[in-house]
Antibody, heavy 121, light 107 residues
Framework: EVQVVESGGGLVQPGGSLRLSCVGSGFSFGSFWMTWVRQAPGKGLEWLATIKYDGSAKSYVDSVKGRFTVSRDNVKNSLFLEMNNLRGDDGGVYYC??????????????WGKGTTVTVSS | AIRMTQSPSSFSASTGDRVTITCRASQDISNYLAWYQQRPGKAPKVLIYAASTLQSGVPSRFSGSGSGTDFTLTISFLQSEDFATYYCQNYYSYPWTFGQGTRVEVK
C-alpha cells in the first residue's frame, strides 16, 4: 500500500523548535517530489514547502522562509520539516504529501493523516 | 503570490443535486490547477488536476473546466459522501496557493 505517515508533532512554546518527520512506504520514495501543507484549526489549507526528489531544489512560502527547513533522506524514505522560532499562528495539522508529476503538472496525490502542532506557553 | 478565490464559501444542497463551485485566480495560470476534497477530520484527496483531468479512481460525476483565471468544479449528481469542503490549488508558480475552500452542506 502506498502511504506516507507523519510524526513529531506536539506542544511547543513560542520561540521553540520542532522537527516533523514523514516516512513513505509502498513506493520508490527517492523518485518523487514531496511537500508539506498545514491547516490551522478551522481554517483552510496552506502550502508550506516542496522539495525535489533528489533534494536539489526547495521552495517555501514567505511566512516560513528562514524559520523552516525541508529536507529528505532517500535512504530512509523520510521527509523532514525543521521548524524554528515557532509562533502562535504556526499551530495546526501538518500534512506530508507525495507529489505526482504528469509532464508539467504537479499535484498532491498521496496525503498522510497529519500530525498536530500546538504552539502555546 | 497568486491569490485563489473560491465562491461560494459555503452552500447547502441535497443529494441528487448538480453543484458548481468556482475558483478565480488573480492572474493567468493556464491550466495549472488542481481540486481537492476534504471530509471532516480527514486528509484532503485530489479529484482533478490540469484543471480538467480526473484523477484515477475518482467518480465520473466530478468534472473540472476552465483555463486562464476562471475555473469550475462540477458534481453532476451529489451523493451523500460528497458533503465536504473543496479546495482549488494553483501550481503555476511558487508559492503554490489554495483557495479558501467551499463547504458543501446538507440542506
Amino acid at each position: 500500500e502506498v502511504q506516507v505517515v507523519e510524526s513529531g508533532g506536539g506542544l511547543v512554546q513560542p520561540g521553540g523548535s520542532l522537527r516533523l518527520s514523514c516516512v513513505g512506504s509502498g513506493f520508490s520514495f527517492g523518485s518523487f517530489w514531496m511537500t508539506w501543507v498545514r491547516q490551522a484549526p478551522g481554517k483552510g489549507l496552506e502550502w508550506l514547502a516542496t522539495i525535489k526528489y533528489d533534494g536539489s531544489a526547495k521552495s517555501y512560502v514567505d511566512s516560513v522562509k528562514g524559520r523552516f527547513t525541508v529536507s529528505r533522506d532517500n535512504v530512509k524514505n523520510s521527509l523532514f520539516l525543521e521548524m524554528n522560532n515557532l509562533r502562535g499562528d504556526d499551530g495546526g495539522v501538518y500534512y506530508c504529501a507525495r507529489i505526482e508529476q504528469q509532464v508539467v503538472h504537479f499535484y498532491l496525490a498521496v496525503w498522510g493523516k497529519g500530525t498536530t502542532v500546538t504552539v502555546s506557553s | 503570490a497568486i491569490r485563489m478565490t473560491q465562491s461560494p464559501s459555503s452552500f447547502s444542497a441535497s443529494t441528487g443535486d448538480r453543484v458548481t463551485i468556482t475558483c478565480r485566480a488573480s492572474q493567468d495560470i493556464s491550466n495549472y490547477l488542481a481540486w481537492y476534497q476534504q471530509r471532516p477530520g480527514k486528509a484532503p484527496k485530489v479529484l482533478i488536476y490540469a484543471a480538467s483531468t480526473l484523477q484515477s479512481g475518482v467518480p465520473s460525476r466530478f468534472s473540472g473546466s476552465g483555463s486562464g483565471t476562471d475555473f469550475t468544479l462540477t458534481i453532476s449528481f451529489l451523493q451523500s459522501e460528497d458533503f465536504a469542503t473543496y479546495y482549488c490549488q494553483n501550481y503555476y508558480s511558487y508559492p503554490w496557493t489554495f483557495g479558501q475552500g467551499t463547504r458543501v452542506e446538507v440542506k
